[in-house]
């Protein structure tokens, strides 16, 4: 008897992440037979998914959006990373190898902005993952996504290490224009060193600053933000002076910093890195975090100077969303932070 051929063909349907969950949890990440491996040596597993903004309590933002997860950059310090266990996967090798792509992702998300519900809230892009690793020049998801949100006026904060966001600079600034955009470009130092033992697969620093001065110029409102600050490694007054030296000398419209710090599955990988690569320096690491933030003291004394060099470079501490505050030196004498830790 002949097949008859199917009236419509839809194609292979990619999982969801909860069927993606389910398949590391029966038989690890070997189970990920679609994943694709690239170039880059890391896995990219499409994926399909039923929202695209997340409601949040409690944060300057109510919604956030993210294309993809898992990030290629690898940081060690990433606070991302302690996301990867809700689909089974480890924060340590996994969260950098094995990428989710929400294949659907701008379908749904105009969906859910085409709502007579939707009231325009506040967006945070980039918050479990970097909107502009490297695969965005392949699917593009981050530029789409832009493009609707332009159409639904809809205000964002986008947070990357990647250089590739001048790639949108059009969209960026059309979206300043209809409801308000601003770009954190990450950068917590731009010692060499540093970045190359934190940071294993992002662009050079300068690459990144170089990026803040053409959305400058293309008229986005784009700054830097120094985080974290990683006590032993970026700490030092001298680091922060050249870093915050170079964020005014490329024209950031603001600079911001907190000091790193550690939770879950973050906690655990950090930890590892440092009694893997650098074992004298765990014991002090320990004592500092015997909490998920560093104590009180440290942090006030590391923002402190952060403060007076921001006065010092005629680097706003705002992100020119609001009035900016009074060009004014802190109330006590942070020249004198040792940064003892």
């Keep these: 008897m002949s097949s008859h051929p199917l009236l419509f063909d839809l194609g292979k349907q990619n999982p969801t992440t909860r069927q993606i969950a389910d398949r590391v949890r ?11 491996r690239r170039a880059d040596e890391a896995r990219y597993q499409e994926v399909v998914c039923r929202s695209a ?31 990867h266990v809700q ?8 969260f950098a190898s094995i990428i989710l792509v929400k294949r659907n992702f701008v379908e749904i998300l105009r969906r859910e902005l085409d709502k007579p519900a939707w009231t325009r809230g506040q967006v945070a892009f980039g918050t479990a993952t970097d909107p502009y690793q490297p695969i965005e020049g392949h699917y593009r998801l981050t530029r789409r996504s832009i493009e609707a949100l332009v159409a ?21 600034k059309a979206l300043g224009d209809a409801a308000g955009c601003t770009v ?9 060193d540093a970045w190359r033992i934190l940071e294993p697969g992002t662009a050079h620093p300068l690459q990144r600053l ?31 002076e050249r870093t915050i030296k170079a964020i005014a000398d490329h024209g950031a419209r603001f600079v911001g910093a907190n000091v790193m710090y550690l939770q879950d599955g973050t906690r655990t990988h950090f930890m590892k890195f440092i009694e893997r690569d650098f074992p004298a320096m765990r014991p002090r690491f320990e004592r500092l975090y015997t909490e998920k933030y560093p104590p009180d003291a440290y942090r006030k004394e590391i923002k402190a100077m952060v403060g007076v060099l921001q006065l010092r470079y005629g680097v706003s501490r705002r992100d020119g969303a609001k009035e900016k505050e009074p060009r004014t030196a802190p109330s006590f004498d942070a020249e ?3 940064f003892a830790w």
């Design 87 to 94: 689909f089974e996967m480890n924060s340590d090798d996994e």
């Design 184 to 192: 954190y470009m990450s950068v917590p130092t731009v010692d060499e």
């Design 210 to 240: 170089r990026a803040v001065r053409e959305l400058v110029d293309a008229g986005v409102n784009a700054g830097v933000l120094m985080a974290p600050i990683v006590p032993g490694f970026s700490s030092s007054r001298s680091k922060l």
């Design 336 to 338: 004198q932070v040792g």
């Design 26 to 36: 029966a038989g690890g990440t070997a189970a990920l037979t679609e994943a694709e």
């Design 53 to 83: 903004l997340n409601r949040v309590q409690g944060m300057p933002f109510e919604w956030t959006l993210n294309p993809y997860r898992g990030c290629t950059h690898g940081c060690h310090y990433c606070f991302a990373r302690r996301y």
């Design 152 to 172: 639904a006026r809809t205000p964002i904060g986008l947070v990357t290490k990647g250089p590739m966001v001048v790639r949108d600079r059009d969209v960026l």
